[in-house]
């Protein structure tokens, strides 16, 4: 189906100005966070910076899951990269009952995990980088469903490993950002 002729023109005058709109960004320096490839792509001095940080312990099993999806995105981008940055995370979880039974047991809980962190140079002492100014929530529930408690436990860790992995890659894209204006204030200064 064609487009009226008056249509045609305004459709193509939008397409122009969103070119020439995508290219003014471009010229000044803007780089989208969400591009396609992480947080870094296209960037391979802030995805070194990234590979240089070691993520520290976090302890209990999903204080695991978050550290290795950290470590996935970060160590693990260019392997054998020297450390340079520690990254200490922590994190609290919360629990919510959502909905009960007729009998009056539990049927669905929500978890809200509140993390934090910060950065700091590898050396005695470490000099301190970075910190989250705003704690970052991941929140996520599930079901239990009636008498099928593996379907529960299954339910339960799946949660987790959605959460953790949201949470760490919040903290990703907040450490990319907090190398990109690093190196901008020592470009600039």
């Not at 392997?79 to 979880?93: D, F, S």
């Amino acid at each position: 189906m064609a487009l009226p002729a008056h249509r045609q023109a305004g459709a193509s005058r939008r397409g122009v100005l969103g070119a020439a709109g995508l290219l003014g960004l471009s010229g000044c320096g803007f780089r989208p966070l969400y591009a396609p490839g992480g947080v870094a792509a296209g960037q391979p001095e802030l995805v070194q910076e990234l590979a240089a940080v070691r993520v520290g312990p976090v302890f209990d099993r999903t204080g695991q899951l978050l550290r290795r999806n950290l470590q996935r995105r970060l160590e693990d981008t260019q392997p054998g990269t020297a450390a340079r940055y520690q990254l200490n995370v922590t994190y609290v979880p919360g629990v919510e009952v959502l909905g009960y039974r007729q009998d009056g047991t539990i049927s669905r809980i929500r978890y809200t995990f509140t993390g934090a962190w910060d950065l700091a140079t590898i050396g005695v002492p470490p000099q301190p980088i970075a910190r989250s100014t705003i704690p970052y929530r991941a929140i996520d529930s599930f079901n239990i469903p009636d008498l099928q408690f593996f379907s529960g436990d299954s339910a339960r860790d799946a949660m987790e490993a959605r959460a953790m992995e949201q949470m760490a890659e919040e903290i990703t894209r907040q450490l990319a950002l907090t190398f990109r204006r690093r190196q901008q204030t020592a470009s600039a200064g």
